[in-house]
């Protein structure tokens, strides 16, 4: 049977959700998007029923997204004109979400579409602030660096209460030789390459070999300074870039080597890859298809 296709943008904020994936007993993105659009087809007397729901990729707990591509199945068309037009439908599917989930375009697409398989590339951008002349007075480990939210909540606490920001780890005392350090290691993960040493492995097979792009850009703002890392692959295994983010940060705080990082990618092995990240951090920025853009 050929089912009717439909493609939706979402932008979330993931701090307060489970991750994306529908969990049954917690609340997730795709939980709150599957209720809002069955709650739009019942308020617009559409008999239909949601058939599948694919997606870009599966965000963790607190991962946000500004480009997450959905696409679900209906067993009835959802008829656009005039009178019902899909701006129309974004409305009444938004008023059915919370303020931290909204959907900003729908489009009907080829039945065949399914937005996890076909997507040509993933742009994710992972969000760091220091402090300029900020004194920590206190000892630190790199596990309270990547674990972040419980151990810097002050300065954290600080950041989000002067600019409202929540999406982000916090860097303590990330001076001039820090920064070197950061720019030293980028363009070892510029690569194509196993990426054993950088994912979390499960039971089904993965193929670990990837072309990765990894970029770095620093802004600052008023007293605190921005440090954004930009990675763009087809493909990212499970993890992928938390790992890559604590291996970096492990480095440039003294707790790995440079060697140790290279024997990461010339020997490759899951055990190797002994830091993650913090999840709020991570932004799925981007995500691209042949179908549209």
Not at 95 to 118: A, H, M, Q
Not at 160 to 178: A, E, T
Not at 257 to 275: H, I, R
């Amino acid at each position: 049977m050929i089912y009717n296709n439909y493609v939706i943008f979402v932008m979330y904020d993931g701090y307060n959700y489970k991750g994306f994936q529908i969990q049954q007993d917690f609340d997730t993105i795709q939980k709150r998007i599957y209720n809002a659009l069955i709650d739009t087809f019942k308020y617009l007397n559409l008999n239909l029923k949601i058939i599948s729901m694919s997606y870009t990729g599966r965000t963790d707990a607190k991962v946000s997204a500004i480009k997450q591509i959905v696409n679900f199945k209906t067993d009835k068309p959802i008829k656009i004109n005039n009178e019902f037009s899909s701006e129309f439908f974004l409305d009444i599917l938004n008023s059915f979400l919370p303020d931290d989930i909204k959907v900003y375009k729908f489009n009907p697409v080829k039945g065949s579409f399914n937005s996890r398989y076909e997507a040509i590339s993933k742009t994710y951008i992972y969000k760091m602030i220091s402090i300029n002349n900020f004194i920590i007075n206190k000892k630190y480990s790199i596990l309270n660096i990547l674990e972040n939210e419980e151990y810097f909540k002050n300065e954290r606490d600080y950041i989000k209460d002067k600019y409202g920001l929540h999406n982000f780890i916090f860097l303590p005392d990330f001076d001039d030789s820090k920064r070197q350090k950061l720019l030293n290691i980028i363009p070892y993960f510029n690569t194509e390459a196993h990426f054993d040493s950088f994912y979390k492995p499960d039971k089904v097979f993965k193929n670990t070999f990837i072309k990765l792009q990894l970029f770095v850009y620093f802004y600052s703002f008023a007293d605190i300074n921005l440090i954004n890392l930009e990675f763009e692959s087809r493909y990212f295994l499970r993890n992928m870039v938390r790992k890559i983010v604590g291996t970096i940060l492990a480095y440039v705080y003294d707790e790995i080597s440079l060697d140790y990082v290279k024997d990461m990618f010339l020997n490759p092995d899951p055990s190797k890859g002994k830091y993650i990240s913090s999840p709020c951090g991570l932004i799925l920025f981007d995500s691209n298809y042949t179908e549209f853009t």
